[in-house]
């Protein structure tokens, strides 16, 4: 490819390109997927490693890149392609913030059901990193919303998977893959997405406990009941209450029925609009741990984790909790015991973000189940490992 073509869309990176610490030698910014495609060939054909960006706004997460010769930007792919209404379906472009996403949607009633827990979130990091938010209870999450995705290869090949399904890969659900890939696999250009109506009424009930291992018992009245929580979330900071907040979406007169039945539960309950925004900046200056458990462990691990001085936020009612503080020395030495507990209950403590200080003692993933898989899933999309090298797990 000659170096003509690319140039309008290539320029030198700069401070603010840097990728966890990482400044690229080179940054592309593609209007399209044939110019990602492009941009891919070349960055091929020239050896080039490659690390994509949305917004970058979890550009601090993961492990530093071992390797960054090409940022690919994909800021200037914001376009909402097709939105079938009838249909409950959207596609966009991977560049799309999600908060425009929705203000586009809001006319016809509908929404993407995930929350903007990261502001400035695109479509294509929402993917890549599949952070949830508190409606991930009833809604599911990224990975059960999405139906397509357009993937640019390593090797610069367009792949196209559910949706308007114009070619596959032959195996692989393509789409489910890229969730979670932290950009490994590919570069996500496009994706279709399955909506819901936005409910007619929607209302927060939060209750004050003394603890998470105090609001237990709540937690699995709620968890056990039929009222149907679209979440069920707790917010607990070290020396102060937890709060216990429960989500009922839906018809007016369903949600104020259900809202006597959670009081039935919890007690007098305040209405508040519970933020979505995850505990901490997503700035590497504070340590952002994303903990999984059984529902059952929940309490308990959020209990562990305000006892070692994090601020706790979390989905109790799937056992997906966010934690986070900004003191570097306190957060290092609780890695290993939150891996410990987490573990017990089947689950894991990922450092998403941290200080240089953090990283430099913490393994960020941890141990991690079917990593020989991953690494051949990697092999067969990447040979040649040059896509954001060493960010994910294992070295991945
Ligand atoms: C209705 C419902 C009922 C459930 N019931 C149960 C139950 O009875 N028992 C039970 O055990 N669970 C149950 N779960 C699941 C459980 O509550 C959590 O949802 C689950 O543990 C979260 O794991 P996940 O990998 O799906 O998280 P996700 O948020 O979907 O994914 C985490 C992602 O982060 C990455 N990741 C996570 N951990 C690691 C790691 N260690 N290393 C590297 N990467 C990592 C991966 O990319 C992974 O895809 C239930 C969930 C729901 C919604």
């Given at each position: 490819m000659p170096a003509s073509v690319l140039r309008p869309l290539v320029r030198p990176g700069t401070d603010t390109d840097a990728v966890a610490g990482v400044v690229p030698r080179l940054v592309a910014e593609p209007a399209s997927t044939d110019d990602v495609s492009r941009v891919m060939k070349d960055a091929a054909a020239q050896g080039h490693s490659v690390v994509v960006r949305g917004n970058g706004s979890k550009s601090t997460w993961g492990v530093p890149p071992s390797s960054l010769d090409l940022l690919v930007d994909l800021s200037r792919m914001n376009r909402v392609l097709e939105h079938e209404a009838g249909d409950l379906i959207v596609?966009?472009?991977?560049?799309?913030?999600?908060?425009?996403?929705?203000?586009?949607?809001?006319?016809?009633?509908?929404?993407?059901?995930?929350?903007?827990?990261?502001?400035?979130?695109?479509?294509?990091?929402?993917?890549?990193?599949?952070?949830?938010?508190?409606?991930?209870?009833?809604?599911?999450?990224?990975?059960?919303?999405?139906?397509?995705?357009?993937?640019v290869r390593a090797d610069g090949v367009v792949a196209k998977a559910g949706g308007k399904v114009v070619k596959n890969v032959a195996g692989y659900d393509l789409s489910k893959l890229m969730v979670g890939s932290f950009g490994t696999l590919g570069v996500v250009t496009e994706a279709t997405f399955r909506l819901h109506p936005v409910p007619e009424a929607s209302t927060w009930l939060t209750v004050e406990a003394e603890s998470?291992?105090?609001?237990?018992?709540?937690?699995?009245?709620?968890?056990?009941?039929?009222?149907?929580?679209?979440?069920?979330?707790?917010?607990?900071?070290?020396?102060?209450?937890t709060r216990l907040s429960v989500l009922l979406e839906g018809t007016e007169r369903g949600v104020a029925q259900r809202s006597e039945r959670v009081r039935d539960l919890l007690g007098t309950t305040t209405t508040y609009d519970v933020p979505l925004a995850l505990p901490g900046h997503a700035d590497g200056a504070r340590t952002l741990l994303k903990l999984t458990t059984q529902i059952s462990s929940a309490p308990e691990i959020a209990q562990a984790a305000v006892d070692l001085g994090f601020h706790v936020r979390g989905s109790v009612g799937v056992g997906v909790l966010y934690a986070s503080t900004g003191e570097a020395a306190r957060a290092s030495a609780a890695v290993?015991?939150?891996?410990?507990?987490?573990?017990?209950?089947?689950g894991a403590a990922v450092v998403l973000d941290a200080p240089t200080d953090v990283r430099d003692v913490v393994d960020m993933w941890g141990p991690v189940q079917g990593l020989d898989l991953m690494r051949r899933v990697k092999h067969e999309f990447d040979p040649d490992n040059r896509l954001a090298p060493g960010r994910f797990v294992g070295g991945i």
């Open positions: 596609s966009a472009q991977a560049g799309t913030p999600l908060a425009d996403l929705q203000e586009a949607l809001a006319p016809a009633g509908q929404r993407l059901g995930v929350d903007d827990v990261v502001p400035r979130t695109t479509i294509g990091g929402l993917i890549a990193t599949n952070v949830s938010g508190p409606r991930r209870v009833a809604l599911g999450t990224v990975r059960d919303l999405v139906i397509g995705v357009t993937v998470p291992s105090a609001a237990s018992d709540l937690i699995a009245s709620v968890v056990h009941s039929q009222v149907v929580p679209a979440a069920v979330e707790v917010d607990a900071v070290p020396g102060a209450p290993g015991t939150l891996r410990t507990l987490t573990g017990r209950s089947g």
